[in-house]
């Protein structure tokens, strides 16, 4: 099974190379009609380029240019002002040129930064291309306390006891502000994902996000913004303050 890109990470890998043909690339343009537009721009960006620079010749053009710097009859790069003197105005080809150039880099540098995503995009992208496969694992091969731990710590991060039980996966997940951690709490009757983004800030202190019948709060916390994923209210909070709670007693350690 091919797992897709995000959109952020299709978005980056198209910027590094715009003809690549993997499988996970081409899924993100069969799944996400963003990564579709976006490729599809891209590539009418680079015909219009390519189209630009393959400029023909004539078949006489050295001919031409000879024709040209001698300032010979019918030179196309030399006019007689109107005191009848023949006028240099190869600068005419060369400013078009250079405007056609500016056109290119101006559609390039817009193209790079359009459609920027927010944290609030990124989340829900992560949900919807790695959610369903994180928990499905956490079912399927759940984790010891010894190795959730493991995990907590590469970000400097312990739990206590209650915490640790509810914890029964976790694995390093890459965010825009570089590296951060998913978690699934089981909580018996159902299960909370949740997406640790260190070092990250919301201009609000909780928001919330809905995709299909899963919820997802967000909310700030004294190293980051803890991000939940879950059907049932209830979860959510107890988590948030199990999480929130946690963070904060280490943050007075430090």
Known sequence: MTIAMNYREFKRQLMIDPYDRSQAFMAAQAEDFRCADLARRSDQLETSLRQALEVQPPADWPQQLTAQITGAAGSEIFADNAAGERRFVGWLPAMAAGLAMGAGLAATVLFLNSEEPTLQDFVVEHWQYDGAATELMARQSPMQTAGNARILAILQLTADPSLMEAIVYSRNC?????????????????????????????????????????????????????????????????????????????????
């Open 174 to 254: 890459g965010t825009p502000h570089g590296n951060g951690i998913h978690l699934v709490m089981d909580f018996g009757a159902d299960t909370v994902s949740v997406l640790y983004i260190p070092d990250a800030q919301l201009s609000e202190d909780a928001t919330y996000a809905q995709t299909g019948a899963t919820r997802i709060l967000l909310s700030n916390a004294s190293r980051g913004v803890i991000v939940l994923f879950g059907e049932n209210q209830h979860s959510l909070d107890r988590a948030l303050q199990m999480l929130q709670a946690e963070l904060e007693e280490q943050q007075q350690l430090v």
